[in-house]
Structure formats: C-alpha cells, structure tokens
C-alpha cells in the first residue's frame, strides 16, 4: 500500500490495470471484480479488457445497465479498435444513435443470431435476460454495482468467466416495492450483483483503481473521507494542475461571492436560511438555478492536464442535481431560455456523467426529517463527485442540527451485511468540509 502511494498516479493506475488483466489472462478465476471511485477511467478498463480478450481470440459479451452506457461502449471500443466487429444487441424499436450510426464495424439487431458472429456483442442486461441461447467464454459486466443481483442471475448462463466493473460508493440499485420477504437471504434481489456475487465467491480476486482523474485535488479527499472511508483513492492531478477563472466581472452580490469562492477552492455553501419548508422549495430552486447562470455570464475558463491554456466551460459542461424530479423541474423552470444547454437532473440520472461544474441542491435541505432515502450516502456521493474544477451545494442551514435529532432507527436484520459508509455519517463529513467554504 506505501508503494502505491509513493508512486506517481498514473504508475499507481496502470500496476492495478496490469494485475487485473493478468488475473483474467491466467483462468484461475471464474470471476474477477474491480472497485472503482468515481472517475477512475472504468469506462477505459473495460474496452481495454475487451480488446485483449477480443485479440486472444475469445469471443465476449459486454453487459451493461442503460442503452447510454451501450452506446458509450460501442464508441469507445469502436474508435479504440477500428478493426473489431461489434454487435449491438437492442430492443426491435431501438433507433441507433450518431455514435452507433458512425462506426462501420458496428451492427445493430434484436437478435444474436443476426449479429453475424461479431467478437464483442454489447446490451443492457434486461436486453440479455431475453437471450435463451448460447454461451460465451467472457463477459464483462459494466457498472456492475448497480446491476441487481437477480438481473445477474438471469444472464449468469451465457457466460463461463467474468469482469465486474464498477463503483461501490454510488448509488444502489432500488425498487418500489415490499422486500421484507427477502432480508437476510445471501440472493436478496435489492443486493448489488456484486455483493451478492462476493458472498457466495468470497475468494474471487478485487481489485480496486486507486486514482480518480475526474476529481480535483480540492475534491478527491473529501470524497474519499466520506463515501469511501475503507479503500479510499487520491486525484490525478496535483493541486495546480486545475484552475477555474472567470473572463467576465459581475454584479457583486451574494451570488458573485459563491462562485468566486468556488472557482477558488473547488467547494462553496451557498447557505439559504433555516426553515422547513415543501420537498419543492422555491427559494432554493430560484438560488440553483441563479448559481448556474452566474457561472455562465462570467464566462469561465477551465485550466487542466487536457487545456493547459484553458478552454471555456460552456452550459453543456455545466449540470444541476437534486434528488427528486419535482425538484429538477422546478430549478429548470427558473433557468429558462438563458440557461439552454445546462443538465438539470437528479442523481440516478446524473451518474457516471462528468462536468466541470456543479450545482447541488443538498437532499436534506429544508426537510423536517431525515429518511432513509434522503440519508442514502450513494445519492450524495453521485452529486458531490461529477465535477472537475468546482462543486457548488445549496442547503438551507440547519441539516447538522437535524442530522443529531434523527440518529438512524432502522431495524438491524440478521446476515444483512452492514452497509458503508453510514449516510448519517457521510453527511456529516461532507458538511464539516463545506463549512469552511461558506460563501458570506
């Protein structure tokens, strides 16, 4: 572990790649799971596993969550490979997009048999629930964390050997429905694939990417303090490698201040007064949205590893999250035509996706209580962590103090394995660090 952190991060990230790559190569497993913090290049793991396996000779599948992340893949395995002929399982509706569209080597259908016999076949696993038929030597499983353990089991048939890739801190899979009936039991379908999968394979190889190259340095501790307090990572740039400036002054106003405040350190609270108030609060609304546009009539420009002169953060490199959709529409009402081109989402949505600023509308503001859903640590691990210059949380003040009222009362179940990190706890540290960048 010294020798890792003592190596430089890109020498640290390619030890870890290496040491996955061969436990793949050596057959030894039947599954191999790889941990990843958020921005640690699994996305460039994947397709690079894909295309070793893929040169060996060995035909694989490729199983991932949402038709996004099936299309992201087949881009970047295409453009990676250009030679290595793709398939893109679908639904029969599906419409290829640009990035699927653009690549020769890619074939889309609805059935595995008229792909053609490609090397590499990519779908969604509810797309491969479908699929009856054959095996192969290799999957790969994608965001595996957030693949539901009963989704593995229905396409665990059409594979000998695995991949898991995904990150542990993010949110987990969820349902609407009763589960009562299945706490405790090792196939419980709300357990991530890979939890359960390391319950009954407790000696499968993990591995974990120890470099985020999404999060600054200003914010690669923090996150790893709170959501990952027992792995861990570090950031892949130093401290001036990134720099966020503005090109244009602005009014001076308490808006001014929280930007500026973030651009500097990477963090800001812009803190709205203490109250109780709707789940779609208005006041904090009109400030996300407000936030957003200041950044964008500042015109600012990011300095980085990729822009060492420094390119513009444009609206499509802006994003606004909040937890719930009414929440989201609300913020995206107040931005109007001006903020064009600016995500608004919530943090289901949000993950995996990447900015260079961020607005959040903390899940805990202005509540009365502090449920399981609000307290989950994956919902605020997703919106603290899509940036890479600067991170702006709204919050009405008061959550530490109703944070200690509401200490967690769920009931512990036997052989439910302890979840970490603990919500409770994850927020606390996140709010101590942001207390120290409040913009006044």
């Known amino acids: 572990m010294l020798a890792e952190l003592a190596a430089p991060p890109a020498v640290a990230a390619e030890r870890v ?5 061969a436990d793949l190569r050596s057959g030894d497993h039947r599954g191999v799971v790889v941990d990843s ?28 969550q949402t038709n996004e992340q099936v299309d992201d893949l087949i881009d970047r395995l295409a453009r990676k490979a250009p030679e290595l002929r793709i398939g893109r399982l679908s639904a029969t509706d599906y419409q290829p997009t640009d990035r699927v569209k653009g690549h020769e080597t890619v074939r889309v259908a ?9 090397a590499v076949v990519i779908g969604t696993a509810a797309k491969w629930a479908t699929v009856a038929e054959g095996v192969w030597p290799w999957a790969i ?20 050997r695995a991949l898991f890739v995904g990150d542990p801190g993010q949110l987990d899979p969820f349902s609407t429905v009763e589960t009562a009936r299945w706490t405790g039991l090792t196939w419980d379908p709300m357990q991530s694939a890979v939890a359960t999968l390391l319950r009954h394979n407790p000696e499968l190889p993990v591995h974990r990417l120890p470099v985020s190259w ?21 950031a892949g740039t130093g401290p001036a490698d990134r720099a966020l400036t503005f090109t244009e002054p602005g009014p001076g106003d308490r808006f001014d201040a929280t930007v500026e405040v973030a651009a500097a350190a990477g963090w800001a609270l812009h803190e709205l007064p203490a109250r109780h108030t709707l789940r779609t609060d208005g006041e904090a609304a009109v400030a996300c949205a407000a936030l957003a ?28 999250g909040a937890a719930h ?44 209580d502090a449920t399981a859903f609000h307290l989950e640590s994956g919902r605020l691990c997703v919106l603290a962590s899509r940036h890479r210059h600067a991170c ?17 009362t769920e009931r512990v179940h036997l052989d439910v394995p302890v979840k970490f990190p603990d919500g409770w706890e994850a927020n606390h540290t996140m709010l101590a660090h942001l207390a120290a960048h409040h913009a006044r």
Not at 214 to 234: E, S
Not at 334 to 354: S, W
């Open 37 to 64: 913090p958020p921005g640690a290049g699994k996305s460039t793991l994947v397709v690079r596993a894909a295309v070793e396996l893929a040169a060996a000779g060995e035909p694989l599948i490729i199983v991932a």
């Open 325 to 368: 959709r009414d929440q989201v529409a609300a913020i995206r009402s107040h931005l109007g035509a001006a903020g064009a081109g600016i995500t608004v989402d919530t943090a289901n949505r949000l993950q995996g996706r990447e900015y260079d600023v961020t607005i959040v509308l903390h899940p805990l503001s202005g509540r009365r």
């Open 141 to 160: 499983v994608d965001e595996a964390y957030q693949m539901r353990s009963d989704a593995l089991l229905r396409v665990a048939g059409r594979f000998e």
């Open 293 to 320: 546009l200041r950044f964008l009539d500042r015109k600012p420009v990011g300095i980085s590893e990729h822009a060492p002169g420094g390119a513009p953060v444009t609206a499509d490199r802006i994003a606004v």
């Open 110 to 118: 609805a059935k595995v048999a008229d792909l053609g016999g490609p």
């Open 392 to 408: 702006v949380v709204v919050a009405r003040a008061g959550i530490t103090e109703l944070l200690d009222a509401h200490p967690s």
């Open 214 to 234: 999404r999060l600054p340095a200003t914010a690669a501790p923090v996150v790893a303090a709170a959501f990952y307090p027992f792995t861990g990572f570090r």
């Open 17 to 21: 790649i290496t040491a996955v790559l």
